[in-house]
T-cell receptor, first 115, second 113 residues
Framework: AQTVTQSQPEMSVQEAETVTLSCTYD???????LFWYKQPPSRQMILVIR??????QNATENRFSVNFQKAAKSFSLKISDSQLGDAAMYFC????????????FGTGTRLTIIP | EAGVVQSPRYKIIEKKQPVAFWCNPI?????LYWYLQNLGQGPELLIR????????DSQLPKDRFSAERLKGVDSTLKIQPAELGDSAVYLC???????????FGQGTRLTVV
């Protein structure tokens, strides 16, 4: 079974600064997807960024980028130029690439933006 | 395009009472998921549907939980009877066949008193 671990329950960053959220995972599969989801107080999970395991290039989406280390099974999220609207819970998630399998989530990191 | 719609947003019930949650996925999405999110935790899958067939319900507590997805579109998740430990957020998500992204609704926050 796959597991996802987020070791930082809470993080804070000054507005406009950069912050990195950590995530490690465990799997015996070689083909899978990794995701970062944002969950604001509205509770809706919003996809921030995704990474396909067979792609060596790290994914980027505007101010969001990942550092994907497949051998180390590490998948961190970097948020540049942090904005007040980035404050939320962030969840790292794993999904096998065999059909529409379930997402396995970590326990989340609460990100606070300091004005 | 409308997203995943869930209702109600909030529900407070007394223990031992029944409760039902409703989900309308994005049009054309064949895969529908129900997730349970306990306070301070990440969501965990309860059941996954491919059209009207439940293809993964291994984590659904079948003694008190049931779900259906008639005609492969809307879905209902029911708890009967509810227990105090069922207080949580129930999230519905959908994705197209072969898609990599799951789209989530805003969830139902259940409080059992």
């Amino acid at each position: 079974a796959q597991t996802v671990t987020q070791s930082q329950p809470e993080m804070s960053v000054q507005e406009a600064e950069t912050v990195t959220l950590s995530c490690t995972y465990d799997t015996s599969e070689s083909d899978y997807y990794l995701f970062w989801y944002k969950q604001p107080p509205s509770r809706q999970m919003i996809l921030v960024i995704r990474q396909e395991a067979y792609k060596q290039q790290n994914a980027t989406e505007n101010r969001f980028s990942v550092n994907f280390q497949k051998a180390a099974k590490s998948f961190s999220l970097k948020i540049s130029d942090s904005q007040l609207g980035d404050a939320a819970m962030y969840f790292c998630a794993y999904r096998s690439n065999f059909g529409n399998e379930k997402l396995t989530f970590g326990t989340g990191t609460r990100l606070t933006i300091i004005p | 395009e409308a997203g995943v719609v869930q209702s109600p947003r909030y529900k407070i019930i007394e223990k031992k009472q029944p409760v039902a949650f409703w989900c309308n996925p994005i049009s054309g999405h064949n895969t529908l998921y129900w997730y349970l999110q306990n306070l301070g935790q990440g969501p965990e899958l309860l059941i996954r549907y491919e059209n009207e067939e439940a293809v993964d319900d291994s984590q659904l507590p079948k003694d008190r939980f049931s779900a259906e997805r008639l005609k492969g579109v809307d879905s209902t998740l029911k708890i009967q009877p509810a227990e105090l430990g069922d207080s949580a957020v129930y999230l519905c998500a959908s994705s197209p066949t072969g898609g990599t992204e799951a789209f989530f609704g805003q969830g139902t926050r259940l409080t059992v008193v």
